[in-house]
T-cell receptor, first 111, second 113 residues
């Protein structure tokens, strides 16, 4: 059973607000990921982390930022949310070739 | 660059009928292949994967997929579907040296009674 948690599950906020999406995993995995998912579209990698203090931008350009101060924690921050940021954000972690373990997602709506 | 194509965005099927969800990938290097399932309002769950060895891989709930290198395909099949199989299915590929999975756009399987 995968143990990776995302909060909040749903968030509706106004334009210009700062938001942080939380992601935590208890499996001790070094690699963690943030994907963005829009309806009917493929998942796009927006951030990747090899381990503590190691983060990289993904394949899809994103105005969000991430940090990895602890192995188990990989939060994503938007300094000033806009309607174009409305999407579902999926956090995942992995170890070796076991595949990715995903959280349940955070659905963000920016008005 | 690698990419994944899932040709069918939606596949309606009657309960107990067979189903095939198609997946093709493009990559010039060795790849690892995955199928994930996403139930409504949930995250993605790993269904099955091909890493090496036998080209036919199976999941615990009756799905199977066959890696075909010459066709660059990894189609997902089930001989008899249930209502509970209704979900979105994503094919994904990881090339050696790549840092993360590349996903297809998903296929929505709708099982009707």
């Amino acid at each position: 059973e995968a143990d990776i948690y995302q909060t909040p599950r749903y968030l509706v906020i106004g334009t210009g607000k700062k938001i942080t999406l939380e992601c935590s995993q208890t499996m001790g995995h070094d690699k963690m990921y943030w994907y963005q998912q829009d309806p009917g579209m493929e998942l796009h990698l927006i951030h990747y982390s090899y381990g503590v203090n190691s983060t990289e931008k993904g394949d899809l350009s994103s105005e969000s930022t991430v940090s990895r101060i602890r192995t188990e924690h990989f939060p994503l921050t938007l300094e000033s949310a806009r309607p174009s940021h409305t999407s579902q954000y999926l956090c995942a972690s992995s170890e070796g070739l076991l595949g990715l373990f995903f959280g349940e997602g955070s659905r963000l709506t920016v008005l | 660059a690698q990419s994944v194509t899932q040709l069918d965005s939606q596949v309606p099927v009657f309960e107990e009928a067979p189903v095939e969800l198609r997946c093709n990938y493009s990559s010039s290097v060795s790849v690892y292949l995955f199928w994930y399932v996403q139930y409504p309002n949930q995250g993605l769950q790993l269904l099955l994967k091909y890493l090496s060895g036998s080209t036919l891989v199976e999941s615990i709930n009756g799905f199977e997929a066959e890696f075909n290198k010459s066709q660059t395909s990894f189609h997902l099949r089930k001989p008899s579907v249930h209502i509970s199989d209704t979900a979105e299915y994503f094919c994904a590929v990881k090339g050696t040296g790549r840092r993360a999975l590349t996903f297809g756009s998903g296929t929505r399987l709708q099982v009707q009674p």
